[in-house]
C-alpha cells in the first residue's frame, strides 16, 4: 500500500538550506537526490513472498529445484521493490515540478510512502500529485503485461512477467480507490477541496471514505477466505492487516483535519511571543527580571546573545522552572540556554496547518521565528497545540504526522 505525507514546512532559505532528512529505516542513498529508505519491516515481507513465490514457480515446474524457486523469487520481490519505488518517484517528481519539496522516501512491508515538506497549495497540485503513483504503476503493469504476451507461453519468464503485470496493475487500481490514506484517497480530497473551498472538509470526507473502504478490504478477506477462493492463511491475513492500516491512516486524517479546523488564524510571526536579549553570563534571576520589566502585553522569551550583538539561544523553559529560587542569583543564563539549531527555526509567513506540521517533530519546544535576517520572536509549540486543543492544556499534547 502507498501514500504520500506532508512534513514539517520549510522555513525561508536563509535559515534553513535544506530540510533535514528522515527516514525510519535504512538509508539506501538518493535518487534523483531524494533520500530513499528501507523500513525493517520489508525484510519480513520479502522473505515470505520470496519463499511463497519460490514454491510456486516449483510446483508449476518438475525440472526447477527449490533453490533455483528460491532465487526467482528473490528477484521477484526486489522487482517489486522497484516497482514501489518508482511508484514514489512519480509522487515525488510531480511534486517538485509543482513546487512542493520531497524530504525522502521511505520502503516499508505494506508499499511505501514520500514525506513532502508541506501540504499542496491548491486542490489542482493535489490530484497531480495523488495521482501521479498509480499512473506510474500502471504503466509498469502494462509493460510486464506486453512482456508475458511476446515471451514464450508457459515458461518461467512468460510467468514471472505476468505476476509483475498483476501485480503493478492491482496496485494501481487499489491506491486509485476514494479514501486516504491511498492515493485516491487524494484526489478525493482534491475533489472535495475544489468544490467546498475548504481543505479540511475534503480531508475529513476523504478520511470517512477510508474507514468504510478499509471495512470493506476486512469483510471481502474474510468473504473470500470463506469462498474458498484464498488458500492458506497468507492471503488473508495480510490483507486484513492492510485493512488494519487503512483504518488507522484514515483515522489519523480525520483527527488532523478536526486539529486543523481548530488552528487560529495568525501567521507564526503574529503567535511569535517578543524577544529580550541578555549575554551568557547573565544570573537567572536578573533575566527573570528584565523579562518581567519588559512591559508587553506577553511575557517575553530571554535570547542569549554573544558580545558582538549574535544571537546564539534562548532559555529553554523546562530548565529554567527546573531551577530552585535560592539558587537562580547564582545560576548564568547560559546554563539553561538551548542553542538555536535549524530545526526550530520557522518562517514568519507560516499558518494553518503548515505551522502545524512545521512543529510536529517537538510540539512542545520553542521556535525562532525569522524573516530573511529579521527576528520576529519565539513561537512556544506548547502555547500553539493548547489553542487547537484547549480541552487538553494540563497536559503535553502531540501531533501525528499523516501516515499509513
Known amino acids: 500500500m502507498d501514500d504520500y505525507r506532508t512534513a ?12 533535514r532528512e528522515r527516514g525510519a529505516g535504512i538509508p539506501l542513498g538518493r535518487l534523483a537526490g531524494v533520500p530513499i529508505y528501507l523500513a525493517p519491516s520489508w525484510l519480513l515481507l520479502a522473505a515470505l513472498i ?19 524457486g528460491l532465487a526467482i523469487g528473490f528477484g521477484f520481490v526486489v522487482c517489486l521493490l522497484v516497482s514501489v519505488l518508482l511508484h514514489e518517484l512519480g509522487h515525488a517528481v510531480t511534486s517538485r515540478r509543482s513546487g512542493i519539496g520531497v524530504r525522502g522516501i521511505t520502503l516499508e512491508m505494506l508499499g511505501g510512502y514520500t514525506e513532502m515538506e508541506r501540504e499542496a497549495p491548491s486542490p489542482g497540485v493535489e490530484l497531480f500529485v495523488s495521482l501521479s503513483g498509480p499512473v506510474v504503476s500502471l504503466v509498469i503493469g502494462l509493460a510486464a503485461a506486453g512482456a508475458s504476451a ?17 501485480s503493478n496493475i492491482v496496485v494501481a487500481v487499489f491506491n486509485a480507490l476514494p479514501g486516504l490514506p491511498l492515493d485516491g484517497g487524494r484526489a478525493l480530497q482534491a475533489l472535495v477541496w475544489k468544490l467546498s473551498g475548504d481543505a479540511n472538509t475534503g480531508r475529513l470526507v476523504a478520511g470517512w471514505a477510508g474507514r ?14 470463506r469462498s474458498g477462493i484464498v488458500h492458506g492463511y497468507f492471503g488473508v491475513l495480510f490483507t486484513l492487516l492492510v485493512a488494519i492500516t487503512m483504518w488507522v491512516g484514515a483515522s489519523q486524517s480525520i483527527r488532523h483535519a478536526r486539529a486543523a479546523a481548530n488552528l487560529p ?3 507564526a510571526r503574529e503567535l511569535a511571543r517578543p524577544v529580550v536579549a541578555v549575554t551568557a553570563d547573565t544570573p537567572l534571576s536578573e533575566a527573570d527580571r528584565i523579562a518581567a520589566a519588559g512591559g ?20 529553554h523553559g523546562a530548565s529554567a522552572r527546573a531551577v530552585p529560587a535560592e539558587r537562580r542569583p547564582w545560576v548564568p543564563i547560559g546554563d539553561v540556554t538551548r542553542r538555536i539549531d535549524r530545526d526550530h527555526v520557522l518562517a514568519g509567513d507560516l499558518r494553518g496547518t503548515d505551522l502545524l506540521m512545521a512543529i510536529r517533530d517537538d510540539p512542545g519546544g520553542d521556535y ?6 529579521d527576528v520576529h520572536g519565539v513561537l512556544r509549540g506548547a502555547e500553539l497545540v493548547s489553542l487547537v486543543a484547549p480541552s487538553r492544556r494540563p497536559r503535553r499534547p502531540t501531533v501525528r504526522r499523516n501516515s499509513t
Request: hydrophobic share 50%; proline share 8%.
Open 150 to 166: 511476446v515471451l514464450p507461453p508457459g515458461g518461467i519468464a512468460a510467468t514471472f512477467a505476468f505476476q509483475l503485470a498483476l
Open 8 to 19: 514539517s514546512a520549510p522555513p525561508s532559505q536563509a535559515t534553513r538550506q535544506r530540510p
Open 50 to 68: 520470496t519463499l511463497t513465490y519460490g514454491q510456486f514457480l516449483s510446483s508449476r515446474s518438475a525440472a526447477l529445484d527449490v533453490t533455483t
Open 265 to 267: 488564524p495568525f501567521s
Open 296 to 315: 508587553e502585553e506577553r511575557q517575553p522569551v530571554v535570547a542569549v546573545v554573544d558580545r558582538g550583538g549574535s544571537l546564539i539561544g534562548f532559555v
Open 212 to 225: 468504510l473502504l478499509a471495512v470493506g478490504t476486512a469483510l471481502a478477506a474474510l468473504a473470500l477466505a
Open 368 to 373: 525562532l521565528v525569522v524573516t530573511g535576517e
